[in-house]
C-alpha cells in the first residue's frame, strides 16, 4: 500500500509536469503521447497487466480491462482528424481509479486489522509443568492431561479445567460481556480468557487445534466462503453486465457518425463519449464494496460475542420472522434445583435423605439436584441392589428397606398410591415420588431456573418485528407451559422426543410467509438434527462445546438469549448498508450513462462515477464493523 501511495504521488507530480510543459512548449501530437506515457505507464502498469491476463484467461470482463480500453482510445483520439488531444485526461482517469484502489485497500486493512485485533485470542507461549519444573513453550506443544500454570494478565492458552486457585476471567473477547466470570477448583476454562486475578492450575483438556479460541479464529476466517447471496448475485451481474456495457460502447462509437455530414470527425467526437461511458459503467463499487460490507457486518458481530459463519447467514438472519426455542439450556439455566419438598410420612429432611441414596450413582440432572439438597449422602448408610428402570426412575435397598425414587408410573409398579397434593400449587417442575417397602412416602418437585433475560429477549424480538415464538420441548406440559407463560412465548410443543421436534420444525416452516425465514435456538449438542433443519441454526451458551460451533450457523459464545435480538439487528444493520451501496452506486451510474451517452459528461464526470462512488461506497462499507 505504501508503494502505490508513492506511486499516486508520482504520478501525479508527473502529471502536472506533463501538462506544464505541453502547454508552454510546442510540440506536435505524438511528442506530447511520449511526454505523457510517462505517467500513465508509471500508474497505470499493474492495471494493463492485469487486464492482459483477463485476455489470455479467457475472462477479460473486469474493472481492469474496462480502464484499459478507455484510457487507452483516449490516448490514441488525439491521432484521429479533428479530434481534441486526451492525454491528459487518460492519465487522470487511471491515476483516480488508483487512487480509488487505495482507499478500498485502506477500508480493506482496517476491517482485517479490527477483527485481527479483536481475535488475537491465542497467546504464543503456555507455561507447562513438566518433571515437577515450569517451562514456557508453545501452546501446540502441550499434550491432553498435562498441567499448566496461567498468572494474572495472562490469556489462557488451551482449554483445561482448574486443579488448584481461584480467579476472575474477562471473557470479553469471546462472548463480547465485559462482566469478569469466577473460577475455582473444578470448574473448566476455555482458552482466549483473560486472567485477571489469581494464579491458576490447570489440567488441559483438548488439544491446541481442538481449543476454542483456535476453533473461533478458524470460523471467522472461513466466514467469507459462505458469500451472502447479495454477493452472488454482484459477483454474476458483473460477468453479465460488463459484456453488454462493451457492446453498447462499441456500438456508441460506431453508429452514430454514420448520421453525421463526416464519418471521421462523428467517430472521433461519439469514441470519446463511448470511452466516457465506458469508465463509468466500470462496476467496481458493487463488486468490491458489498463483499466488504459483510465482511464488516461478520467482524462486528464477532466482537460482541456473535458468530455468524457466513454472509449467507446474515441474508437468513435479517429475514427471520419465526424463532424457535428449546427449554433447557436456552430459556432456563438447565440447573435443576429443589424447589419443595413434600413428605407424607417422613419428615422433609428424611425423604431427602432416602431419595439421595437412591439416585447416588445416576448421572441425571434430577439425580444431582436431590443429592445436592441432600450433601450428607456418605453419612455411613448402606445402599445396595440400585437399579435403574427406563421411563420410571431409580430402584434401591437403603438400610434393608426398599426405595423407589421415580415417576407416577412406577409408583404403580410398586402398589404405591399417589395422592392429589393440596401443597404442590405454585410449584411447578419435575415431581419425583418416593416409596418405601411398597408404601408412598411423598414426593419432592425439582425446577429448572428461567434465564434473567430470557423475557427480554422476547419482548426484543417481538419488537423487531419476529411475528412467531415457540418452544419445543421435552419436558412435561406443566413445566413447559409455566416457562411459556414467565417469558412471554407465544406457542408451546412439550413432552416431544427429538424426532417430533423436527415434525413440528417441518410443520412452521410449511406455515412460514415466503419472505420470512425460521431460526432455531438450541444448545448446539442434543438439538443438532433441529438446528441442520431450521432456516438458520443457533447455538446457546457454545463456550467449550464443540458439537454446538459444529452444528450451528450462528453461535452466541455466551448462554444469553437476548443475543439473538442483537444477532438479528447486526444482520439488518449490515444488509442495510449493502442495500445502501448498491443503488446509490446503481442511481448514480445510470444518471452518469444517460449524460454521458447525449455528450454532457466528460472524462472527469466519468471518474466520479466509477471511482467516486467506489470511494464512497467503500467508506460507507466500514460503518458495518460498528455494530449498533
Not at 466500470?282 to 461478520?298: D, E, K, N, R, W
Not at 417430533?500 to 410443520?507: F, G, L, P, T, Y
Request: hydrophobic share 50%; aromatic share 6%.
Amino acid at each position: 500500500m505504501n508503494q502505490k501511495l508513492l506511486r499516486v504521488i508520482m504520478s501525479a507530480a508527473l502529471l502536472l509536469g506533463a501538462w506544464l510543459l505541453t502547454r508552454s512548449v510546442p510540440m506536435p501530437v505524438w511528442q506530447q503521447l511520449i511526454v505523457y506515457l510517462i505517467p500513465y505507464l508509471l500508474i497505470g502498469y499493474d492495471v494493463l497487466a492485469e487486464a492482459w491476463e483477463g485476455i489470455c484467461e479467457g475472462d477479460p470482463f473486469d474493472e481492469d480491462f474496462l480502464m484499459s480500453i478507455a484510457t487507452i482510445g483516449a490516448l490514441l483520439i488525439g491521432f484521429l482528424p479533428g479530434a481534441e488531444v486526451q492525454f491528459a485526461e487518460a492519465v487522470f482517469v487511471m491515476l483516480f481509479f488508483q487512487v480509488g484502489e487505495l482507499f478500498e485497500h485502506y477500508a480493506e486493512h482496517k476491517s482485517r486489522h479490527s477483527i485481527a485485533k479483536m481475535m488475537d485470542i491465542r497467546p504464543d507461549t503456555a507455561h507447562v509443568v513438566r518433571g515437577g519444573e515450569e517451562l514456557t513453550v508453545a501452546p501446540d506443544t502441550v499434550a491432553v492431561g498435562e498441567t499448566i500454570v496461567v498468572r494474572p494478565g495472562e490469556r489462557v492458552p488451551l482449554d483445561g479445567v482448574v486443579l488448584e486457585g481461584a480467579s476472575s476471567l474477562n471473557t470479553v473477547a469471546l462472548t463480547g460481556e465485559s462482566v469478569p466470570r469466577r473460577v475455582t477448583q473444578g470448574d473448566e476454562v476455555v482458552s482466549g480468557c483473560v486472567n485477571l486475578s489469581g494464579v491458576v492450575r490447570m489440567e488441559v483438556r483438548k488439544a491446541f487445534g481442538e481449543s476454542t479460541a483456535t476453533k473461533i479464529i478458524e470460523l471467522v476466517e472461513r466466514s467469507s466462503q459462505n458469500k451472502s447471496k447479495s454477493e452472488t448475485f454482484i459477483h454474476k451481474f458483473a460477468h453479465v453486465y460488463t459484456p453488454i456495457v462493451v457492446v453498447l460502447a462499441l456500438a456508441l462509437a460506431l453508429i452514430p457518425p454514420f448520421f453525421m455530414e463526416s464519418y471521421a470527425e462523428g467517430f472521433a467526437v461519439w469514441l470519446y463519449r463511448a470511452l466516457t461511458f465506458l469508465v463509468v459503467s466500470c462496476p467496481c463499487a458493487l463488486v468490491i464494496s458489498v463483499p466488504l460490507t459483510f465482511f464488516g457486518g461478520i467482524g462486528g458481530a464477532a466482537r460482541k460475542g456473535i458468530l455468524i459463519k457466513g454472509g449467507n447467514y446474515m441474508d437468513t438472519l435479517a429475514k427471520t420472522g419465526t424463532v424457535v426455542f428449546d427449554k433447557t439450556g436456552t430459556l432456563t439455566k438447565g440447573i435443576f434445583s429443589v424447589s419443595a419438598v413434600h413428605p407424607e410420612k417422613l419428615s422433609p429432611e428424611g425423604l431427602l435423605h432416602l431419595a439421595a441414596h437412591v439416585e447416588r450413582y445416576s448421572t441425571h440432572p434430577i439425580a444431582a439436584a436431590l443429592r445436592e439438597a441432600y450433601p450428607g449422602e456418605h453419612d455411613g448408610c448402606t445402599v445396595s441392589d440400585v437399579q435403574e428402570v427406563a421411563g420410571q426412575g431409580v430402584k434401591a435397598v437403603v438400610n434393608g428397606h426398599a426405595v423407589c425414587v421415580g415417576n407416577e408410573r412406577m409408583m404403580e409398579a410398586v402398589g404405591a398410591t399417589v395422592g392429589v397434593c393440596e401443597k404442590c400449587q405454585g410449584h411447578v417442575g419435575t415431581v419425583a415420588h418416593v416409596a418405601v417397602d411398597g408404601s408412598y412416602a411423598g414426593h419432592v418437585v425439582i425446577a429448572d431456573q428461567v434465564k434473567a433475560d430470557a423475557a427480554q429477549a422476547i419482548a426484543d424480538l417481538k419488537a423487531l418485528g419476529v411475528a412467531r415464538t415457540v418452544m419445543l420441548t421435552g419436558d412435561h406440559q406443566q413445566v413447559a407451559y409455566e416457562v411459556a407463560r414467565k417469558v412471554g412465548i407465544d406457542e408451546t410443543h412439550a413432552e416431544l422426543m427429538p424426532a417430533d421436534k423436527v415434525a413440528q420444525v417441518e410443520r412452521l416452516l410449511r406455515q412460514q410467509l415466503a419472505a420470512s425465514t425460521l431460526a432455531f435456538v438450541g444448545d448446539g449438542i442434543n438439538d443438532a438434527p433441529v438446528l441442520a433443519r431450521a432456516d438458520v441454526g443457533i447455538a446457546m451458551g457454545a463456550m467449550g462445546s464443540d458439537a454446538a460451533i459444529e452444528a450451528a450457523d450462528v453461535v452466541l459464545m455466551d448462554d444469553k438469549p437476548s443475543k439473538i435480538a442483537t444477532a438479528i439487528r447486526i444482520a439488518r444493520h449490515t444488509i442495510g448498508i449493502a442495500h445502501q451501496n448498491a443503488w446509490f452506486a446503481i442511481a448514480v451510474k445510470v444518471a452518469i450513462l444517460a449524460l454521458a451517452a447525449c455528450g454532457w459528461a466528460g472524462m472527469p464526470l466519468a471518474v466520479f462515477g466509477d471511482v467516486g462512488v467506489m470511494v464512497l461506497a467503500v467508506l460507507n462499507a466500514t460503518r458495518a464493523l460498528q455494530a449498533k
